[in-house]
């Protein structure tokens, strides 16, 4: 069989595969294929472009079943891409079901532990309830209706009766074996929907969009709260498993109690002095930054001699001040909302980001970063003193010769920001 999968930036590549490959399987083959560090976030990635709707596919699925559900004439696409959020939820759970939200059964305990939450979802006797208001799109309407949703082992039901959880209340909205959740892409535009953070299910065998059963949250945190608990309702221990996988036969891996190797590029952001008989590790961020600036200062003068010896002089400042247009992390004129979306499908993890250029304020730059579920956008200004030119992201206390030195700075320090960066948004190419 030839599958044909996309990068961010449209170039694609086909692939012959067997037809009991996995969507695990596709990855690891574009992962040797383009020389990629496999750090366990690559995902393969369903768009279907007549819709608007998107999905990760789960690293489990056959990628030929998937595509066998396909309609021929609509241009769906596979996409390779990182996905941050992917097992999110296994090491950090709490932030993902907010109390709000959740209920256990009768007979637990009140206070469950961090990882007891997970516990539940996956054993086969427990199950917490998952509960709240959604918009629903009327069948065969183009109205939406808020109604109280609750999220049981049995499946999707909603109260016709305010948040009255009586069994004669309660009307089966969905169940999830013989179709698939997708996230809306489009927001309001295609739907109608009340709110840009939709959802919805569709049957695997299904006659387009009149099959759809459309939901929108209110909010990041109460969407991710139930497409989290229902693809742990789905997938069950098949998930758990699909997140131990990279682990497996390493010692000290016990159950729900897994420290995910971390990856190369966050290993190599320590600042480090070897400037004695033995190397040390910077601890103190003000002694980290001194030593980076004097360091960044010393490899321009090195890059501008070596560049000045072959005839083509360039000036520091203009070096400086295009230098981190070389940069994975860098995206030229894109938009706010590209930059959400971009961000949005490396998942919504502290400390994903990206820089781009302002398109309010030409000579600045704009760091768009996620923290808590949210995308929040923090402009570097451009400082000019004593002839040299800085940037900066707190009115000029911290100062940084170029955009190199800003990013690695905060992947290293917090500051004024309200996380470290940590996974940068790029744009591959296959």
């Not at 996995?22 to 574009?30: M, N, P, S, W, Y």
């Not at 139930?226 to 309702?233: F, G, H, N, Q, V």
């Not at 030409?362 to 808590?372: A, N, R, Y």
């Amino acid at each position: 069989q030839v599958i044909k999968v996309y990068s961010e930036d449209d170039t694609s590549r086909a692939l012959e595969v067997p037809s009991d490959i996995t969507a695990r399987d596709v990855c690891q083959l574009l992962i040797l294929k383009n020389h990629y560090i496999d750090d366990h976030s690559w995902t393969l990635f369903e768009q279907l472009t007549q819709t608007g709707l998107g999905r990760a596919i789960e690293d489990h699925e056959l990628v030929m079943e998937v595509q066998s559900n396909w309609v021929m004439e609509e241009e769906n696409k596979l996409y390779f891409r990182k996905n941050y959020a992917k097992y999110e939820f296994f090491k950090n759970p709490l932030s993902f079901f907010p109390d709000h939200m959740i209920s256990f059964p009768s007979e637990t305990d009140a206070a469950v532990n961090h990882s007891g939450v997970l516990q539940m979802f996956l054993s086969s006797s427990t199950y917490p309830e998952i509960h709240g208001y959604l918009h629903a799109k009327e069948q065969g309407k183009k109205s939406w209706k808020k109604l109280y949703f609750l999220l049981r082992r049995s499946g999707l039901y909603f109260s016709t009766k305010g948040t009255s959880k009586e069994p004669r209340h309660l009307q089966f909205f969905c169940e999830f074996s013989n179709s698939d959740m997708y996230m809306s892409l489009t927001g309001k535009k295609i739907s109608g929907a009340p709110t840009n953070y939709g959802f919805c299910f569709k049957p695997n065998k299904s006659g387009g969009t009149r099959d759809l059963k459309q939901l929108c949250a209110d909010d990041e945190q109460s969407r991710t709260c139930w497409m989290t608990a229902i693809r742990l309702l789905k997938y069950g221990m098949q998930l758990y498993q699909n997140y131990m996988q990279p682990y497996q036969g390493r010692s000290g891996c016990s159950p729900l109690n897994v420290t995910p190797m971390r990856s190369i590029s966050e290993n190599s952001l320590v600042a480090m002095d070897f400037s004695g008989h033995k190397s040390r590790i910077i601890e103190n961020p003000t002694e980290a930054l001194s030593v980076a600036v004097e360091e960044g200062l010393a490899w321009r003068r090195r890059g501008c001699l070596r560049l000045n010896s072959h005839g083509s002089p360039i000036a520091m400042s203009n070096m400086g001040m295009s230098i981190h247009r070389s940069q994975s992390w860098f995206h030229h004129k894109i938009s706010r909302e590209e930059a959400q979306r971009l961000i949005l499908q490396h998942g919504l993890v502290d400390g994903v980001f990206l820089v781009r250029d302002s398109q309010s304020n030409p000579k600045t730059f704009v760091l768009s970063l996620s923290h808590g579920l949210k995308i929040k956008h923090f402009q570097i200004v451009p400082l000019e003193d004593d002839g040299k030119l800085f940037y900066t992201l707190d009115d000029g206390h911290t100062r940084f010769t170029d955009l190199i030195q800003l990013v690695e700075f905060y992947q290293l320090n917090k500051g004024v920001l309200p996380c470290k960066l940590k996974h940068y948004c790029a744009r591959i190419a296959l």
